[in-house]
């Protein structure tokens, strides 16, 4: 049977986390000049993703399929412990507690609306909130999209508004 039309079990997030984020994000070596390119794909394996800088993508915030499917709220969390751990790995590089790194996020979107939303919101969002988890992006941290272009039939940067600079009003 091909892998299309094969079907697959949704797997919980705190057992995809134990069992596929952490042993990848423990692989992540030092790099002395401080600055990490980490391509990220949204989730395991829902298409052959190839970075230009790394490859293949091996680490992936979701699994191939989660229960909640369509809503963030659920996914949430997953996203907050994804980026903390992350962060958590990098500051353990630092030589001093106050050393900048420059941090690269290449995240390959694909797959349901809901993992993606709590993605981006886990990321872009600048204040604590009553009873959700919170992650203070680091300032010298960008998150780049990888969108699907049907044209090209390759992935390619795709900005977040937040990435711009703000201009004076005309």
Do not use: C
Request: overall charge negative.
């Amino acid at each position: 049977m091909s892998n299309r039309t094969e079907d697959f079990d949704p797997m919980g997030n705190d057992e995809w986390f134990e069992r596929h984020v952490v042993p990848h994000i423990n692989k992540i070596e030092k790099n002395n000049d401080g600055i990490y390119i980490i391509p990220i794909s949204q989730h395991w394996e829902r298409h052959p993703y190839h970075d230009d800088y790394s490859g293949k993508v091996e680490l992936a915030i979701f699994p191939k399929k989660v229960f909640t499917a369509q809503k963030w709220g659920p996914n949430f969390g997953q996203a907050v412990r994804f980026f903390k751990t992350l962060k958590a790995k990098l500051d353990s590089f630092k030589d001093k507690p106050d050393e900048l790194q420059r941090v690269d996020i290449r995240l390959y979107l694909s797959g349901a609306s809901g993992p993606r939303r709590a993605i981006l919101n886990a990321w872009e969002d600048s204040y604590p909130r009553q009873g959700l988890p919170f992650f203070k992006t680091p300032i010298t941290w960008s998150l780049i999209p990888m969108n699907f272009n049907w044209e090209t039939k390759k992935y390619e940067e795709e900005p977040l508004l937040s990435s711009y600079p703000i201009r004076d009003e005309d």
